[in-house]
């Protein structure tokens, strides 16, 4: 007797098939949904407020990104830049006491990092190693988006010839004040960093503006109109030997350190100036700069502010 029964295909297949279908698409959208990776690099680096900022950043924008910050080694951020690499990070930001060793590295420089001879932002892009250093346009964006202040015809004293100076440099001089003075108790060195941007752009950026290099002691009856601490007397609760007759009427003085009352703040008080501030918004003015490096959307930087202030 035949058996009329027809069988029934193996179902088994069918499911399997789909499943492998199921997980490739799923990998392939999260392969192109995946977060994009940033960090800061320092030694040390626990207090950094940069993770907070960009956390800030990124819900305000909605751009996919995670954003950590990273204790290298001393002997070891070119070791860590390249770990980063490999795991697919798209660019870092570099802290102290990195950022000329970040310059070494970068193997394209931006004119501002040039300037500097130091790097603070890097972008990976491909095999190339993109160096910036936003230090200088954080500092000019906060004068003049979140104080209001205006650069021409001013007098601008510029205190301390490190790192720091040497990253503001260019882009104050931008600005096309009347007249830039860098000054550090050491003359050589502040000679030193007009020399160095002398070199690569030419002492006269502005036809308008006066350019000099003046030791502390240089600097008895001069009046000025915004200045500058980029010294880290602020770090050692020391105070730049600077004369108590440097603030002209109205002037803004202005400290690079942030997170507390320097010394040379409650010296700028006592000695007349109008107005005196912290480096707390060129912080977040540079970190939105960087931001926009990577990302190519600009932050708005004034909620930033306001929330960090309401830390403090």
């Given at each position: 007797?035949?058996?009329?029964?027809?069988?029934?295909?193996?179902?088994?297949?069918?499911?399997?098939?789909?499943?492998?279908?199921?997980?490739?698409?799923?990998?392939?959208?999260?392969?192109?949904?995946?977060?994009?990776?940033?960090?800061?690099?320092?030694?040390?680096?626990?207090?950094?407020?940069?993770?907070?900022?960009?956390?800030?950043?990124r819900?305000?924008?909605?751009?996919?990104?995670?954003?950590?910050?990273?204790l290298?080694?001393?002997?070891?951020?070119?070791?860590?830049?390249?770990?980063?690499?490999?795991?697919?990070?798209?660019?870092?930001?570099?802290?102290?006491?990195?950022?000329?060793?970040?310059?070494?590295?970068a193997?394209?420089?931006?004119d501002?990092?040039?300037?500097a001879?130091?790097?603070?932002?890097?972008?990976?892009?491909?095999?190339?190693?993109?160096?910036?250093?936003?230090?200088?346009?954080?500092?000019?964006?906060?004068?003049?988006?979140?104080?209001?202040?205006?650069?021409?015809?001013?007098?601008?004293?510029?205190?301390?010839?490190?790192?720091?100076?040497?990253?503001?440099l260019?882009?104050?001089?931008?600005e096309?004040?009347?007249?830039?003075?860098?000054?550090?108790?050491?003359?050589?060195?502040?000679?030193?960093?007009?020399?160095?941007?002398?070199?690569?752009?030419?002492?006269?950026?502005?036809?308008s503006?006066?350019?000099?290099?003046?030791?502390?002691?240089?600097?008895?009856?001069?009046?000025?109109?915004?200045?500058?601490?980029?010294?880290?007397?602020g770090?050692?609760?020391?105070?730049?030997?600077?004369?108590?007759?440097?603030?002209?009427?109205?002037?803004?003085?202005?400290?690079?350190?942030?997170?507390?009352?320097?010394?040379?703040?409650?010296?700028?008080?006592?000695?007349?100036?109008?107005?005196?501030?912290?480096?707390?918004?060129?912080?977040?003015?540079?970190?939105?700069?960087?931001?926009?490096?990577?990302?190519?959307?600009?932050?708005?930087?004034?909620?930033?502010i306001?929330?960090?202030?309401?830390?403090?």
């Amino acid at each position: 007797m035949r058996d009329g029964s027809r069988q029934s295909p193996d179902k088994s297949v069918s499911y399997i098939g789909i499943a492998i279908l199921y997980n490739a698409c799923s990998e392939f959208l999260r392969s192109s949904q995946m977060t994009d990776k940033y960090a800061v690099i320092g030694y040390p680096i626990a207090h950094s407020k940069s993770p907070q900022i960009h956390k800030m950043f990124r819900d305000q924008t909605g751009e996919d990104i995670s954003y950590e910050a990273i204790l290298a080694p001393l002997d070891g951020f070119a070791a860590t830049v390249e770990r980063l690499r490999k795991e697919a990070y798209k660019g870092c930001n570099v802290t102290v006491p990195f950022k000329f060793e970040a310059f070494l590295l970068a193997s394209n420089r931006s004119d501002r990092a040039s300037t500097a001879k130091a790097v603070n932002t890097l972008k990976f892009s491909n095999s190339e190693l993109l160096g910036d250093n936003t230090d200088g346009v954080g500092l000019v964006n906060d004068l003049k988006n979140n104080l209001n202040y205006e650069f021409n015809e001013k007098r601008i004293l510029l205190v301390g010839a490190g790192g720091a100076a040497w990253g503001v440099l260019l882009p104050l001089l931008m600005e096309k004040p009347q007249q830039l003075v860098i000054s550090n108790r050491t003359i050589a060195k502040a000679e030193e960093a007009a020399r160095i941007l002398c070199s690569n752009f030419g002492c006269h950026i502005s036809d308008s503006t006066e350019f000099v290099a003046k030791s502390f002691s240089d600097l008895s009856g001069d009046k000025f109109n915004l200045v500058i601490n980029a010294t880290s007397s602020g770090l050692s609760d020391e105070m730049p030997d600077i004369p108590e007759t440097i603030f002209a009427s109205g002037a803004l003085a202005y400290d690079m350190m942030y997170g507390r009352e320097t010394l040379f703040m409650k010296f700028a008080r006592k000695h007349g100036a109008a107005i005196v501030t912290d480096g707390l918004g060129m912080l977040v003015e540079q970190a939105a700069e960087s931001f926009f490096i990577w990302r190519g959307v600009r932050p708005e930087t004034a909620p930033v502010i306001a929330a960090l202030r309401a830390q403090q």
